[in-house]
């Protein structure tokens, strides 16, 4: 019996050595520890100044190592991440301030654009005005069309109207107001021109050729619509003007005149010299004997209309009864009619390029087609005194007052000539 019980306490007693063996070396090896590890910079961060200057190196054992790496792992991965390399923090900065100022660029550019947008609605909105003004009889100023309706206007006079169905457009092209180019554009978005290089309609207006754009077959005018539809061309008139988007571009109407004589009579143009030149010439220039023959012999001659001439022309109560005004100088409410056509927009050639751009968002082109870029019209509003200086007052005077419902229509100021003497 007592044996048994030694026995039993000799067993006990070497259980618990046996544990006391296997924790003490666990907690060596690192297997669980009784106490937490701690780290030196710890210790060094926590302690601030009162830290020891020296450190013995902890003892290493596999486990410590592991751990040792393990921490620096970590330690050098969050480092990476928390403190950037100062060149790469800075190229970091800078591309963040490049797209912010990219971005600030681009709204800047939006509300510019929205900016321009508005503007030109309200020109817009002035110039439609205008003319409803003037047609109601609400300026001083005599119409000579104001009651009459467009159903009584004549398929003769409808000849400037072109119409694009495809677009729903209606553009009436006034002479020497960039009429070729916007011919060049109503062309090809009618695709009625045929390349002769490729076989295939036009898609740039630049590349339309400026001889073939006047071609009269190529548009479809309101002056066709009788032998088009017979009947119901005046019907269907009605209501492309109801729904079609309708344009035309002015300019000062003395410079138009300008512009048409140097065009015209500036230099040599056989059919103009033979059919209004020689005209001018013999009533008005004193020439005797006969006139040469050709536009060509009479420039090289030095027989040539003058600008005065050609006022004296216009003037002339007989230039009108032998035949209606030519169209490069006729008025352009005799043109395009604005007291009998609502326009939806009204272009100017001194704001071209800003109105064409507009004009082609409003007709829901833009992604289609770009205005002609080519050079403009080289006469200048400037050379308007020097033309005028040898014209008397009293002829100046004369001219306004057949020009006069142009200049009221289109708010164009009266030429100094007239407005100060």
């Not at 230039?319 to 272009?347: A, M």
């Amino acid at each position: 019996m007592g044996t048994w019980r030694g026995l039993r306490v000799a067993f006990i007693m070497g259980s618990l050595f046996m544990i006391l063996l296997i924790i003490v070396y666990w907690d060596d090896v690192g297997g669980f520890s009784l106490y937490p590890l701690k780290d030196p910079k710890h210790e060094v961060l926590q302690s601030g100044c009162c830290a020891p200057t020296t450190m013995s190196p902890p003892q290493t054992t596999p486990a410590s190592r592991a751990h040792t790496t393990s921490s620096s792992i970590v330690s050098a991965t969050t480092s990476s991440t928390s403190f950037i390399p100062k060149e790469a923090a800075q190229e970091h900065t800078e591309e963040g301030e490049g797209k912010q100022k990219h971005a600030q660029r681009k709204e800047e550019t939006r509300e510019d654009a929205e900016m321009e947008i508005a503007a030109s609605d309200r020109e817009q909105e002035a110039r439609k005005k205008r003319i409803d003004d003037v047609c109601s009889g609400k300026e001083d100023v005599e119409v000579p069309e104001r009651t009459r309706p467009f159903s009584q206007i004549p398929n003769r006079e409808l000849d400037h109207l072109i119409v694009d169905d495809t677009h729903q457009i209606i553009y009436c092209y006034v002479p020497k107001v960039a009429c070729t180019n916007w011919k060049r554009v109503m062309v090809v978005l009618s695709q009625s021109l045929i390349s002769s290089s490729s076989g295939k309609p036009y898609t740039d207006p630049e590349a339309v050729p400026a001889d073939l754009v006047h071609n009269s077959t190529l548009h479809l005018t309101f002056a066709k619509f009788w032998r088009r539809y017979g009947s119901l061309s005046r019907h269907l008139m009605a209501l492309k003007l109801q729904h079609y988007t309708k344009f035309l571009f002015v300019r000062d109407p003395f410079v138009r005149l300008i512009s048409a004589f140097r065009n015209k009579f500036g230099r040599p143009n056989q059919d103009f010299y033979r059919q209004f030149g020689s005209v001018m010439l013999r009533r008005y220039g004193n020439v005797s004997g006969d006139l040469p023959e050709t536009a060509t012999e009479a420039f090289e001659a030095g027989i040539k209309p003058t600008f005065q001439q050609f006022i004296t022309y216009l003037l002339d109560p007989e230039t009108e009864k032998e035949s209606i005004f030519n169209e490069h100088w006729r008025q352009v409410y005799r043109l395009c009619h604005p007291c009998q056509v609502k326009y939806d927009f009204i272009g100017k050639l001194e704001t071209l390029e800003t109105d064409a751009e507009h004009l082609l968002k409003l007709l829901k082109v833009d992604h289609l087609i770009r205005f002609p870029s080519g050079a403009q019209n080289k006469t200048a509003a400037s050379w308007e005194r020097d033309w005028f200086a040898q014209i008397p007052i009293s002829t100046q005077k004369q001219l306004y007052k057949l020009y006069e419902l142009d200049f009221e229509l289109f708010g164009y100021p009266k030429p100094d000539s007239v407005l100060h003497q």
